[in-house]
């Protein structure tokens, strides 16, 4: 039995696909499986994969689902995934040359040390370059604490399926959306993260992705946001930060209309004591998402 999966949430991006196609079956170790969640795509995504099957070059599992948006997918992802480690790998992104062995031999230095939930590997521009800064710390670390060391930039994630399956995306109805950081943040509480320096990942960010629309993915799935910053609010490692939180909690909260905002705040004092503040941001930021409104959803 394979030992990793790589996951792949997809919708309409039967164009692009071929590209981490052709980077997973030039990997060298073919010791994977590849597990496609299509969110009720209306190209030819579907023969597109069915095609690569009979091809039998590698492993491929292919489901498809009602569109219910990237979170919904991710979750049907970690519930069908049977190998112990997953790595979610977007539908414009590639693989780098020798990362499944990479994946594997890391896992061997950490596989029997139960504090470990997974590794944190760089994504890169190219084959060669990192996104942003290489890491700043060495030795084992929660995935907020590199970031407050200094990290910037996007990550390439290989957690232990079994903790994923602990930690699944909310789901809530109307909306599509909530920011993985949700689950992350979660998983630091109790866990910590080996470091592996390589680049795993290669990213190419398309005008129909999720990090290009984020003033959009706020707008069509407040409520989700709003529990995401007063989940954030309670686990703050500092005064600053949990003030921020409160900020965004209320602003997220006015613009999804959630009702007892106030009796469901992680923090009612600094609640009341920034909201005048948050009235302030808020203001500042509906231009932003009057524009997005106005310009359809």
Same mark, same amino acid.
């Given at each position: 039995?394979?030992?990793?999966?790589?996951?792949?949430?997809?919708?309409?991006?039967?164009?692009?696909?071929?590209?981490?196609?052709?980077?997973?079956?030039?990997?060298?170790?073919?010791?994977?499986?590849?597990?496609?969640?299509?969110?009720?795509?209306?190209?030819?995504? &579907?023969?597109?994969? $069915?095609?690569?099957? +009979? /091809?039998?070059? *590698? !492993?491929?599992?292919?489901? #498809?689902?009602?569109?219910?948006?990237?979170?919904?997918?991710?979750?049907?992802?970690?519930?069908?995934?049977?190998?112990?480690?997953?790595?979610?790998?977007?539908?414009?992104?590639?693989?780098?040359?020798?990362?499944?062995?990479?994946?594997?031999?890391?896992?061997?230095?950490?596989?029997?040390?139960?504090?470990?939930?997974?590794?944190?590997?760089?994504?890169? &521009?190219?084959?060669? $370059?990192?996104?942003? +800064? /290489?890491?700043? *710390? !060495?030795?084992?670390?929660? #995935?907020?604490?590199?970031?407050?060391?200094?990290?910037?930039?996007?990550?390439?994630?290989?957690?232990?399926?079994?903790?994923?399956?602990?930690?699944?995306?909310?789901?809530?109805?109307?909306?599509?959306?909530?920011?993985?950081?949700?689950?992350?943040?979660?998983?630091?509480?109790?866990?910590?993260?080996?470091?592996?320096?390589?680049?795993?990942?290669?990213?190419?960010?398309?005008?129909?992705?999720?990090?290009?629309?984020?003033?959009?993915?706020?707008?069509?799935?407040?409520?989700?946001?709003?529990?995401?910053y007063n989940m954030k609010i309670k686990l703050a490692?500092?005064?600053?930060?949990?003030?921020?939180?409160?900020?965004?909690?209320?602003?997220?909260?006015?613009?999804?209309?959630?009702?007892?905002?106030?009796?469901?705040?992680?923090?009612?004092?600094?609640?009341?004591?920034?909201?005048?503040?948050?009235?302030?941001?808020?203001?500042?930021?509906?231009?932003?998402?009057?524009?997005?409104?106005?310009?359809?959803?």
């Amino acid at each position: 039995m394979d030992i990793l999966t790589i996951f792949t949430p997809t919708y309409n991006r039967a164009y692009i696909l071929p590209k981490l196609y052709q980077s997973l079956c030039a990997q060298e170790n073919k010791n994977f499986d590849w597990l496609i969640v299509d969110d009720g795509s209306t190209d030819n995504t &579907k023969e597109l994969v $069915e095609q690569w099957k +009979n /091809e039998n070059i *590698i !492993n491929i599992t292919y489901h #498809l689902q009602q569109n219910g948006g990237k979170m919904r997918a991710h979750n049907q992802g970690v519930k069908m995934c049977e190998t112990e480690l997953f790595l979610c790998v977007d539908s414009d992104d590639y693989l780098n040359k020798g990362s499944i062995e990479m994946i594997l031999d890391n896992y061997s230095t950490w596989k029997d040390n139960e504090n470990i939930a997974g590794a944190v590997a760089y994504r890169g &521009k190219s084959e060669t $370059e990192t996104i942003e +800064n /290489e890491f700043p *710390i !060495n030795q084992n670390t929660s #995935l907020g604490d590199l970031y407050r060391a200094g990290f910037k930039g996007d990550t390439s994630l290989i957690y232990r399926t079994s903790i994923l399956k602990q930690y699944l995306f909310p789901e809530i109805e109307g909306e599509k959306f909530i920011t993985e950081d949700y689950v992350y943040s979660q998983i630091d509480e109790k866990y910590k993260m080996t470091l592996l320096p390589k680049i795993l990942i290669v990213c190419e960010y398309l005008s129909d992705g999720y990090t290009k629309n984020a003033i959009k993915l706020v707008v069509n799935n407040a409520k989700g946001m709003t529990m995401y910053y007063n989940m954030k609010i309670k686990l703050a490692k500092s005064f600053k930060e949990r003030c921020m939180f409160v900020v965004r909690y209320i602003s997220t909260c006015k613009l999804s209309k959630l009702k007892n905002a106030f009796k469901r705040c992680n923090s009612r004092f600094l609640y009341a004591l920034l909201y005048p503040f948050s009235w302030i941001y808020y203001r500042k930021k509906l231009k932003l998402y009057k524009s997005v409104v106005n310009n359809g959803k």
